[in-house]
């Protein structure tokens, strides 16, 4: 009876968890006919299953926290555990994992675009000139971005307006200084283009190796809670194997729901912490492009 109690009520829940992402999920009107949707296709709307591997890798992941999850209800009586071990399963490397770093990829990408440049650059040319050069062999994270700009200066757009426009683009402060310093140096004329863009350089790798020691300060309260936490579930694991009847209150009702709210309030805990230890969202300098 308790098994099947437990069965239902994990049925249940996970359920509830789909139709909330289910209705969450906006869906655009269509006056044409559609083909039938198969269940795979349901399964990744409804749960926003990312594309490809990470698709199937978090699918693979979730199956093994639900068996997971059965096996220890099994093992130790605790209904809760069907759906702690999944959320576990799942939650866990998210909450425990480096946040990407965008920042230091757009300052690294845009020390190579202007060093190239510098390096082009011959004497007496100016830096629209050393814009359309840098076309031929772009940073992979700004090569689109660098050849839609040398083709509005084609089209004989301003350089300033050429150059917000790719700022609205890329969207990240970092970008909009080094572009505001190229609009700024391109209204100088042809004299000097050289030195600019070397000062440039050495500013913009300043600030990347600045920011790499604040990201690695950063990145040390993340270890020490991976550490903690680790060390956390082998205890906690041992002890429920090894403890005999000392975490024997928690198969009551009440609990179970003690242990969820200790649960909810560590997950919050590490939640606030990915927050403290992520890098700030910054103002942009440049304005939107009116063009």
Request: aromatic share 6%; proline share 6%; net charge positive.
């Amino acid at each position: 009876m308790n098994v099947l109690l437990a069965t239902m009520s994990g049925a249940l829940l996970v359920g509830g968890v789909v139709g909330v992402a289910h209705g969450l999920t906006r869906t655009a009107p269509s006056t044409s006919r559609r083909r039938p949707e198969t269940w795979a296709g349901r399964w990744a709307r409804w749960t926003r299953r990312p594309p490809g591997r990470r698709g199937r890798t978090r699918d693979r992941l979730l199956i093994g926290g639900v068996v997971a999850g059965f096996i220890s209800y099994l093992v130790t009586g605790w209904a809760l555990l069907i759906v702690v071990v999944p959320i576990l399963v799942l939650v866990l490397p998210y909450l425990l994992g480096d946040p990407p770093n965008t920042e230091a990829d757009m300052l690294s990408s845009l020390d190579r675009w202007v060093r190239a440049m510098a390096a082009n650059l011959r004497t007496g040319q100016s830096i629209s000139d050393a814009l359309r050069l840098s076309a031929k062999n772009p940073p992979p994270l700004l090569a689109d971005e660098v050849r839609l700009l040398v083709a509005r200066l084609e089209h004989r757009w301003p350089v300033r307006d050429a150059l917000k426009a790719m700022g609205d683009a890329l969207d990240t402060p970092d970008a909009d200084a080094v572009l505001a310093a190229l609009a700024l140096a391109s209204h100088r004329g042809g004299t000097g283009a050289t030195t600019t863009l070397s000062a440039l350089s050495d500013s913009v790798q300043d600030r990347l190796k600045a920011h790499r020691e604040i990201d690695a300060e950063r990145a040390k309260p993340r270890v020490v809670v991976r550490q903690v936490t680790a060390i956390s579930v082998v205890v906690f694991g041992l002890g429920l194997m090894l403890g005999g009847e000392f975490f024997a209150p928690y198969r009551s009702g009440i609990g179970q729901v003690i242990l969820a709210a200790l649960l909810c309030l560590y997950f919050g805990a590490l939640l606030a912490m990915r927050r403290i230890t992520a890098p700030p969202r910054r103002q942009r300098i440049l304005q939107e492009a009116g063009r």
